[in-house]
């Protein structure tokens, strides 16, 4: 790899320093800023390969500064680096031109594969136009983990396309919600979104609601009816569980997607129409379509970009973030301030969630509900998981997080005990229960009280 002549932006000093001190360690060329406007007018008069900007820079914001540095230098490779990562962050500065968005801290790993990439990159005369998004509402995608981290960055580079979107995932992983996404940060924010759950109708119902009909074209059929396809002309329309169509119905669709134009049943008149297309699948297309159940020129018309959503075990890490956005809905819509325990989120992260994020939502507002304290404990998650067990029956998945919880609430009684010195209630008042609760769960976990004096 050549010697790359890098620009690193951020106000803090101690980033500054440690990514100036990599790039000079492998032998590149690095001027760090703290001042957007130092860094700027470096970028005015002298080469740059590689420019890392943070996206908060004190009063300026570091996508500005990325629009005026691309303006300068079209070629360099700019890249936005945040600790506060989102859907919106993402998805405005890949359209404004960064090619890169990564979250801090930053790895070596991926220092050195950035370098890869902008040494790749440099020399080519790539031509990106900007797309014009206003500010961004507050997102309802909640996440850091490095898998949300790449689908934030796949919605922020097809938002500003027209081009079908294929978003695969699980039940409960928000296949919406990133649809949604889309939709706002797109040029047709100020058209319709328009979801249909294509599992919700038979094949009958679900062809006149999308297609529309004619009067007379069934029985029942007293009226004229515009289709959705018609009303979300502009617009963007989502159909969610594409892969619970029938094979008849998936013809007729492709041939709206195809040609562009509608036609209603009972009607020999064709309507254009412009309608930019999401979907969503949580089963596997490619089975099915070695099963003869699904088309393969329909899966390439809507995969013409496909999102995967991880499942909330394949990203842990923000079970905790996303605890609390719901413990916060929740209170605002019941104007209540239930709060939870470090040692509750803590025993909910390591629980097993085969309903994803909308099974997590559920927990979090049942629990809400049965904190007659206003305070959730790690016990009330213990006894609402044991319900919930004793409620759907035994399972693999299920019938093991008893087992778990017991063992991350005996470690956590024995903790408390220890820090109070066995003292029982001192620690029955830090644990938030009775002190003669404490000694039946004393007895019932096998704490031996001598060891914790």
Not at 117 to 133: H, V
Not at 171 to 193: C, M, N, Y
Not at 232 to 243: A, K, P, R, S, V
């Amino acid at each position: 790899m050549r010697p790359l002549k890098v620009v690193v932006v951020d106000d803090e000093i101690s980033t500054c320093a440690f990514l100036s001190s990599f790039f000079v360690a492998e032998g590149h060329e690095c001027h760090p800023f703290t001042r957007p406007e130092d860094a700027e007018q470096y970028v005015a008069e002298n080469p740059v390969d590689l420019a890392l900007i943070d996206v908060y820079l004190g009063p300026l914001n570091g996508i500005d500064l990325l629009q005026r540095v691309r303006a300068l230098q079209p070629n360099l490779y700019p890249v936005i680096m945040t600790a506060y990562v989102s859907v919106e962050t993402a998805a405005r500065s890949l359209s404004e031109g960064a090619i890169d968005y990564i979250s801090k801290p930053v790895t070596i790993d991926q220092l050195h594969a950035m370098a890869a990439r902008a040494d790749a990159y440099c020399g080519q005369n790539w031509q990106e136009t900007p797309i014009d998004l206003a500010a961004f509402p507050s997102s309802s995608i909640i996440g850091l983990s490095p898998k949300m981290l790449e689908v934030y960055k796949a919605i922020g580079r097809v938002a500003g396309s027209n081009v079908n979107v294929l978003i695969s995932g699980a039940s409960g992983t928000g296949k919406e919600l990133v649809a949604r996404a889309i939709h706002r940060h797109s040029k047709r924010t100020d058209q319709a979104f328009t979801p249909v759950n294509c599992g919700s109708f038979s094949e009958t119902i679900l062809e006149s609601e999308l297609f529309g009909h004619e009067k007379g074209a069934f029985t029942g059929a007293s009226n004229v009816h515009m289709g959705l396809v018609e009303a979300t002309d502009g617009g963007t329309l989502f159909l969610d569980e594409i892969t619970e169509t029938t094979l008849s119905f998936q013809v007729k669709l492709l041939r709206v997607i195809q040609e562009q134009q509608v036609r209603r049943v009972g009607s020999n008149k064709y309507i254009p129409v412009n309608v930019r297309i999401l979907a969503a699948a949580n089963r596997d297309i490619f089975s099915l379509i070695k099963q003869n159940q699904f088309r393969e020129d329909l899966y390439y018309r809507l995969a013409v970009v496909q999102i995967r959503m991880p499942s909330l075990e394949e990203r842990r890490e923000d079970i905790p973030r996303l605890i609390i956005h719901f413990l916060q809905q929740f209170n605002a819509k019941n104007n209540l301030d239930v709060t939870i325990a470090q040692e509750a989120i803590a025993t909910l992260q390591c629980m097993s969630w085969p309903g994803n994020v909308r099974e997590l939502e559920n927990t979090v507002n049942r629990l809400a509900i049965f904190a007659l304290t206003g305070r959730i404990t790690l016990a009330e998650v213990v006894e609402v998981e044991q319900r919930s067990s004793e409620e759907s029956g035994p399972t693999d998945s299920i019938s093991s997080a008893p087992d778990l919880l017991l063992e991350v609430e005996r470690e956590h009684i024995l903790r408390v005990l220890k820090q109070t010195k066995g003292n029982r209630s001192e620690a029955a008042r830090r644990l938030g229960i009775e002190r003669k609760t404490l000694y039946k769960k004393v007895l019932r976990l096998g704490i031996n009280l001598q060891d914790t004096r």
